[in-house]
């Protein structure tokens, strides 16, 4: 069974703060991941794609890979109020299947 | 990345009846995916389409409920058969991107209730 896992939340931080995002994965051999931004009542927009360990930063967000402890996370840098959604961690699996966690809630209050 | 659009993107059906929920892409893709995120959850993969080819089904998922057909590089559409309202859900329809990691996009989504 392959899990990808992550905190419900809330999270709640103030406005300008750094959010940070966590997600665990169950198999060894996943390469590639992603995080994905859900509004509420829209679909879920690719935000980052990491797939060597380390940091990978674009803009605000920057992803982070450890392989070796299967851990993926997504730090926001200067929080804004528009930044508030649920943030899916996905995992690809066999190639072609992308596996969801169940998402974290991101409140940002100004 | 492809623009996707989907028909409709709500519906309120009454249970036992079928609805089919239509994929469009503006570019050629290889594979389509069809995924459902009940109120609250999370996304799980129904199926993936190819064209040309049979949909393969997730566990938990068989062809009777789901159909899916995939007549060519740009469409798609999924039917939820026989509905009850544990069907009521969001059905998103998606495509890998351009790149070689495979990462994937979606459509608008269908908002479905069953009463």
């Known amino acids: 069974q392959k899990e990808v896992e992550q905190n419900s939340g809330p999270l709640s931080v103030p406005e300008g703060a750094i959010a940070s995002l966590n997600c665990t994965y169950s198999?060894?051999?996943?390469?590639?991941f992603f995080w994905y931004r859900q509004y509420s009542g829209k679909s879920p927009e690719l935000i980052m794609s990491?797939?060597?360990?380390g940091d990978k930063e674009d803009g605000r967000f920057t992803a982070q890979l450890n392989k070796a402890s299967q851990y993926v996370s997504l730090l926001i840098r200067d929080s804004q109020p528009s930044d508030s959604a649920t943030y899916l961690c996905?995992?690809?699996?066999?190639?072609?299947?992308?596996?969801f966690g169940t998402g974290t809630r991101l409140q940002v209050f100004p | 990345s492809a623009v996707i659009s989907q028909k409709p993107s709500r519906d309120i059906c009454q249970r036992g009846t079928s609805l089919t929920i239509q994929c469009q892409v503006d570019?050629?893709?290889?594979?389509m995916f069809w995924y459902r995120q009940q109120p609250g959850q999370s996304l799980t993969l129904i199926a993936t389409?190819?064209?040309?080819?049979?949909?393969?089904?997730e566990s938990g998922f068989v062809i009777d409920k789901f159909p899916i057909s995939r007549p060519n590089l740009t469409f798609s559409t999924l039917t939820v058969s026989n509905m009850s309202p544990e069907d009521s859900s969001i059905y998103l329809c998606?495509?890998?991107?351009?790149?070689?990691?495979?990462?994937?996009?979606f459509g608008p989504g269908t908002r479905l209730t069953v009463l």
């Open positions: 996905a995992v690809l699996w066999n190639t072609d299947k992308l596996i």
């Open positions: 198999d060894r051999g996943s390469q590639s």
């Open positions: 570019s050629q893709v290889t594979m």
């Open positions: 389409a190819n064209q040309g080819s049979e949909a393969t089904y």
């Open positions: 998606g495509t890998n991107g351009e790149s070689s990691y495979n990462e994937q996009f």
């Open positions: 990491i797939y060597s360990n």
